[in-house]
Each structure stands twice: as C-alpha cells, then as structure tokens.
C-alpha cells in the first residue's frame, strides 16, 4: 500500500534531494539523526507510517520537514492533530522563528481569531495547521478540510501523541478514536502517526484503531541513554527529595510528580521553605495560576514544577535536569513517559524514584476499586506488577525498562549487558538471601487464616512474626501461633523489602482493605522453590558521578574558558530579552548547546556563525548581527 502511494505521489519524488538541505536551511541542523531520514524519506513520498521514538528523538522533524517539502511540491496543508493545546502556541512560535508558515486552532482563540487561521489556510498559506482531536472533527473543521481536499491541498496528517487513540495507553483520550473518520473521509492523504511510548499491545491497538495496518512501522531504540534511573527505598520521602536535590540538582529545572493535589501543594511549600524555587500544578488550581505556573516553569530557567500526571504531557521543554516520582505511577509506560521529560537536549539528567509499600497497596487498590471490567482490571494488574518487579530489581534497570518494550539492550558497543548509568550498575546492591523470610512470611499469613479465618495487614503480620505483643495480637490471640515470633532476628525494613518483593512476585495480594491474601502463587515460595534476592538497603547511596552544586554556566559547560563564559552569559541575557519580547521560552530562540557553540568559537561574522548548529537561515537573518554585536562586546569587557 504504501509504495501504491510513492507511485501517485510521484511529483513529490522529484524533490527528495531536498530534504537535507530543509534539515540545514530551516532548522540549521547538519544531520538527521537515527531513522530520521528514512521516516522523512517515506512520508515525504507519500507512505504513511507509524514512528515510534523516545522523547527527544526528534518526532517533530519526522513530519515537520515531509510538510515543507511537500507544500513546496504543490501538496498544500499538513494537519497536525496533537492533544497539547498548550503547547500549540509555542510549537507554532518556535516553527515562525524557523521562518516556517504556521498556525493553530484551538479554544484558545477569538472568533475572529480563529476566522483568520481558516481564511488563510483555505488561501494555501499555511504549511502547518496544529488542532486538537475534537475540533478536528467537527462539522466546521470538517467542512474546510472538504474545501481543501476537493482542490487537492490536503497535504498530510501528522497523529502526534498517538498512543492517546489507545485505551491500554497511559493517556487514554476518547477524542482520538474519532481521528478514524479522516483517512475514510479523505482516502489517499498520507498520514504518519507518532508516539513516544507504546509496548506490544499499545502498539498493536493503536494500528487497529487508526486502521494503519498498511503504514510501515519504524520502531527506534527507547533507550535514552543521557538518562540515570534511580529507584530508593521510601523512608522520609520528601527528605529524601531535598537530599537528591540539594546534592545533584541545586539551581536546575526539574520536575516531581505526586499522586495528589493536597500533596503537591504540601511538597511545593516544603520546597519553597528550603530554598528551592518550587511551583505546584495540579487540575484543582484555578486554571490561570495553572498556566501561570506552566508558562514560568518553561520560560524561566532552574525552576522545580511539582505536579500530579495532570503536567507534562508533551513539555518540549529540553532542559529539564530530573524527574522525581514520590509516588509509584501506575505502570511501566507512565513511568517511562514521565521519567522521559528529563534531558530531552541529550545532556546528562536524572530520573529519580521513591517508593514504598504503601504505593503499591495503593495502586492495588485503584485498580481494584475502578469500575473497569475484569479483563482490563487484569491487565493493569500485570502492568503494575511489571513496575513493581523494575522497583524490586537487583540488576541494571536500563536493561529491565527496554525489555519491557522489547527491546534488548545492548548499549554503545552493541554487546553490552547493563548500562553503566543507573543505580544498580553504579553501586550494585550488596543482597541478601529473603527465601527463608518469605517462606516464614507466607506461612504465617497461611496461619492466622486457618485460625481466624480472618486476613490481616502487613502491620500486624509483622508484628506477629517479630514477637510483637500488642493489642490487636492479644485480642486474637495470635501469640500462640506457631509462627509467633519466628523472624524476630529480621528487622521491619527487612521485613517490608519481602513483602513489597513477594507483592511483586503475585505471591501475595493485597485486596481492598490492604489485607494480605495468599495467591495460586504462593505455594511455590512456600516450598521454597522460589529464590528471593533482595536488596540490602543502605542509607544513603553513594554517588559516584555527584556532581557538585552548579547554578552558574561555569559549572554547566566547565568546558568554556573564562572569556568564553562571559560571552555565554551574555548571549543568555540577550536571548532572555528576546524571548521575553516574543512571548515564547527561551529554547525556542536558541537551544543552550547552541548558545554555548556560539561562545565557544566566538563568531566575527556571518559566515562562522552560519556553521553553528541550530542556526537556520532565518535565525541568521533575524538574529545574526544581534548575537555577532553581543559575542563582540562580551569579548571587549573581559
Ligand atoms: P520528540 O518530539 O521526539 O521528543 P523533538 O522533536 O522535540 O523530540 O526533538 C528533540 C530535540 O532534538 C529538539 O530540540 C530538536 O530541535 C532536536 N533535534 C531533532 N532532530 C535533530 C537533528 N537531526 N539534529 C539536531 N537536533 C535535532
Ligand atoms: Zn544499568
């Protein structure tokens, strides 16, 4: 099918050899990178595709440069249907400073607004048009894109965020299914769709709701390999936040997500009193100071956003440092999208996780509870305990996340077998030997069913197994239970780490009421058939690569030498004002790597500048003697 389309596209083919020099010219770039240029190649000749690619792999490009070059080829308008209606006026913006022809539809515009995007789009101006899942399928929407299509200028759709067509998805938007009605109603347009995160059964959902059984599949690596993936045990969760933050990140943009409102608000203000600039986001704010918060969060630099799930989706901010998680997501996907906003630029970040057994008896217990069928519920529960055995693990979790999207990591070398940059590789845990623990567990569990009849907490089962004598023990007379007393040499957190292992084993379950229940699994462990290793928890895990407090370009980019770090605060100080003037975030202007390029090799003309990369041709023109009159006077003052 989709070579049917290379063929009736052919006008476009004609053109293929100007893809790089779009690449170049445009975004100032000199490469594609990965399967770019493949993706780019295909979409351009008109096949439609399904791209799989982590965050910060470069998507964006993937349908970006197809539309420039088809619009130049006479294709027209390319729609592109993402969820991010916050995000559209910055993604237009950054497009515009490209010199690129853009607008978006959304909510957030006037009437007349509004009115003027439709005109100019009906008058062939636009290269792209972003718009949200529901207004694409509106009967107006609708309505003009049959105007574009009857005289062939309906050039491409761009599905961004696909995995939200997908129920199995982390982000679940019944919007998206409606998306089908475009490729029946315009048959013919290429589409390409695109998704950052999406294991087998996403994946295959999302062809089978978007009906792209004929796209070709280019699935890239979900490494990402700037990232370090750190999981502690939950102790005093937000001391253990300002730690991590204090040590690695002070002056730095990051993000940490909770599962509630009241807790982002508690965390923000705990943050705030410490000395952090720390903002909360949640649904419940008023959607103002919401955006307020958002917006700052992007245009200003070293900010910490403390948020529920509700934040993030799609933040294109690239220089976010680390993702703290005080609360367990519900699964491997969430975790990974999340955690992914981290080091989109390639620099070094982290993706930091505290977690206890509390989160997973909650996370049981939503799932439980939800009004879901019994299939789904299922499923979900296969994903938490996917998360809870990566939590669990002993071994590299770089190699246990890309396993999860079956992916077998194999590093730089193409031969490696763990990472290098994540916890467990960097200070592999010391282990201890919890069979026998766990066996006592279970049959203490087995235990007080057969006398009581009656299912207990983790709290009282240890107390049980400690030799604890309290009320609750009295009252059941549970102290003359064979297995009273029998792990009294193991110390709660140990006892704890077995519980959370076996929980994520499915050994043990937790119903509704945080009870623990025996499960067809057990009896293996009870048997001693099961190995359990579990980590030796320490205290504070030593960090081998901290990096000292860095909140000046010095200790960011140690590479610069003194004159060339004047010149970059300098360029940061214009691109500040000039951001702020064109009311977009500064990275839009230009990338830090970029700036950093810039005051490295010290440009004297056009010429040198031009070779930089980020710098496309209308950045040069726009920006070119401004950064040129700025690295000249920064040099003089030095
Ligand atoms: P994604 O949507 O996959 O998360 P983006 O499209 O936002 O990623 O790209 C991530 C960053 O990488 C952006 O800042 C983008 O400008 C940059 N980028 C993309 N492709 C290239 C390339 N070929 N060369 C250099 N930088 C690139
Ligand atoms: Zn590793």
Redesign the pocket.
């Known amino acids: 099918m989709a070579l049917g389309h290379v063929l009736i596209d052919s006008p476009a083919l004609f053109l293929i050899a100007e893809l790089p020099s779009i ?1 170049r010219e445009v ?1 100032g ?5 990965g399967p ?1 240029a493949d993706i780019i190649a295909h979409v351009h000749a008109g096949g439609d595709a399904l791209v799989l ?10 349908y ?1 440069i197809p539309a420039i070059a088809r619009q130049r080829a006479g294709h027209g308008t390319t729609l592109v249907i993402s969820p991010l209606i916050a995000l559209m006026h910055d993604q237009v913006g950054a497009l515009h400073e490209a010199g690129v022809e853009a607008a978006f539809l959304n909510s957030t515009l006037s009437h007349e607004e509004a009115s003027a995007v439709e005109k100019r789009l009906l008058k062939g101006e636009l290269t792209l048009l972003y718009a949200a899942p529901e207004r694409v399928t509106t009967p107006r929407f609708l309505a003009l894109l049959d105007a574009m299509f009857e005289r062939g200028s309906l050039s491409l759709f761009a599905i ?1 965020e696909a995995h939200c067509v997908s129920q199995w998805g982390h982000d679940f938007r019944p919007e998206y299914r409606a998306v089908t009605v475009l490729h029946q109603r315009y048959p013919g347009v290429p589409r390409v769709a ?1 998704t ?1 995160t999406a294991d087998a059964l996403t994946r295959a959902d999302i062809v089978e709701r978007l009906q792209l059984e004929d796209a070709q599949q280019f699935v890239s690596s979900f490494d990402r390999p700037n990232i370090r993936y750190t999981i502690v045990e939950k102790k005093d969760a937000l001391t253990q936040l300002m730690r991590f933050i204090e040590r690695e990140h002070t002056g730095e943009a990051g993000i940490v997500y909770c599962q509630s409102r009241k807790k982002v608000e508690d965390v923000a203000d705990k943050l705030v009193q410490a000395g952090v600039s720390a903002l909360p986001y949640h649904a419940g704010l008023d959607p103002e100071v919401r955006q307020r918060h958002q917006d700052r969060f992007l245009r200003e630099d070293g900010l910490v956003m403390v948020a529920t799930i509700a934040f993030g989706m ?1 933040i ?1 901010k ?1 220089d976010v440092r680390f993702v703290a998680h005080l609360d367990m997501p519900k699964n491997i996907e969430g975790y990974y999208q999340e955690t ?1 906003r981290a080091g ?3 620099q070094d970040a982290n993706a930091w996780m505290a977690y206890g057994l509390q989160d997973v008896v909650n996370q049981r217990r939503m799932i439980d509870e939800s009004p879901a069928d019994d299939t789904f519920k299922q499923v979900m529960r296969g994903k938490l305990d996917a998360l809870l055995s990566l939590a669990e693990s002993t071994d590299c979790r770089r190699v246990r996340l890309l396993a999860y999207f079956d992916e077998r990591y194999a590093g730089p070398s193409g031969l490696h077998t763990f990472c290098g940059n994540c916890d467990n590789c960097l200070q592999p845990p010391a282990l201890w030997d919890g069979t026998e623990a766990a066996r006592k567990l279970l049959s203490c569990i087995y235990r007080i069913q057969q006398m009581s009849g009656l299912s207990f907490g983790a709290g009282h089962v240890m107390d049980i197994l400690r030799g604890k004598v309290t009320d609750k023990v009295t009252q059941h007379g549970h102290a003359t239970l064979s297995t009273f007393g029998i792990a009294s040499d193991l110390s709660e957190t140990q006892l704890r780490g077995v519980l959370r292992q076996l929980i994520a084993l499915g050994a043990l379950s937790v119903d509704e009421f945080s009870t623990l229940q025996l499960t067809a699994s057990s009896r293996a462990v009870l048997k001693g058939e099961v190995q359990i290793n579990l980590r030796l928890s320490v205290s504070q895990p030593a960090d081998k690569r901290a990096r000292n407090l860095r909140s000046t370009d010095k200790a960011t980019h140690p590479e610069l030498d003194a004159a060339a770090q004047t010149r970059l605060s300098a360029l940061k100080a214009w691109r500040a004002e000039v951001a702020r003037e064109h009311n977009l975030p500064a ?1 839009v202007i230009f ?1 830090d790597a970029t700036l950093a390029a810039i005051a490295s090799q010290a440009p004297r003309n056009l010429e040198d500048l031009q070779g930089i ?2 710098i496309g041709l209308k950045k040069l023109e726009a920006y070119g003697r401004d950064v040129l009159r700025v690295v000249g006077s920064a040099s003089v003052t030095d």
């Open positions: 690449l975004f770039y000199d490469a594609f990178r770019q690619m982590p965050t910060g792999g470069g998507k964006s490009l993937c970006q961004d695109l950052a799609g294109d690239p992914g989109r630029d390639g990275y990338h990369s980020g």
